[in-house]
């Protein structure tokens, strides 16, 4: 039974590290968004030359546990990393409806 919804913010130039991570959690499926623009704590990612970047989002619906095991594994390489990572985690209610 799943009932979190993790949704996961990267910097688009290290995605390959959390998809790293969540390929490693078998059979856990997650859908990836890439070129993601926007504005947050670190200043703004638009694709331009005055703001250059974006970010990659990835969600994944997982049980309890798994969240505990990722959330873990995601701190730890942005401990490993640092703030370059560019990474943020959240964690929302979910029910699956159909």
Do not use: Q
Request: some cysteine; glycine content about 12%; hydrophobic content about 40%.
């Amino acid at each position: 039974m799943k009932n979190r919804m993790l949704v996961v913010f990267v910097d688009a130039s290290h995605a390959e590290d959390v998809e790293r991570i969540l390929n490693e959690y078998e059979p856990l499926g997650y859908s990836e968004i890439g070129g993601v623009l926007g504005k947050g704590a670190t200043g703004r990612k638009l694709g331009s030359r005055a703001f250059p970047g974006a970010s990659t989002c990835f969600i994944a619906a997982v049980t309890h546990e798994c969240e505990s095991e990722l959330t873990e594994r995601l701190r730890g390489l942005l401990r490993a990393r640092g703030s370059e990572e560019g990474l943020k985690l959240f964690s929302l209610n979910v029910d699956e409806v159909i």
